[in-house]
């Protein structure tokens, strides 16, 4: 089965830097698109951004516009997301999903699922 664990949340200053990791294992090389979803208290979860294990990649410029990025370390079967220039409107807790689609922007498409990590982003 696949788990997947999300670590790097914390409180930032607006402006600031964090970077989430997601470890997978149990089977999680199968899974063909990793992403990262947030949601906001009383908020939808939301599509941040999502890479497949051969590199390609989709964001939510809606959300993030270029601000937030995705890469994957395939020794270490890790997923990271770089943000930079955070924002209050950031603050959300931040889920690492998993797919055997390509690059699925549905929450409904990810069978796989992290815990979450907490980003708070004020001053």
């Known amino acids: 089965q696949v788990q997947l664990v999300e670590s790097g949340g914390g409180l930032v200053q607006p402006g600031g830097s964090l970077r989430l990791s997601c470890a997978a294992s149990?089977?999680?090389?199968?899974?063909?698109?990793m992403a990262w979803f947030r949601q906001a208290p009383g908020a939808d979860r939301e599509f941040v951004g999502a890479?497949?294990?051969?590199?390609?990649?989709?964001y939510s410029e809606a959300s993030v516009a270029g601000r937030f990025t995705i890469s994957r370390d395939n020794d270490k079967n890790t997923v990271y997301l770089q943000m930079n220039s955070l924002k209050p409107e950031d603050t959300a807790v931040y889920y690492c999903?998993?797919?055997?689609?390509?690059?699925?922007?549905?929450?409904?498409?990810?069978?796989?699922w992290g815990q979450g990590t907490q980003v708070t982003v004020s001053s």
């Open positions: 149990g089977g999680a090389s199968t899974l063909y698109t």
């Open positions: 890479i497949t294990w051969a590199g390609d990649s989709t």
């Open positions: 999903a998993g797919s055997w689609g390509r690059l699925p922007i549905s929450p409904s498409m990810y069978g796989s």
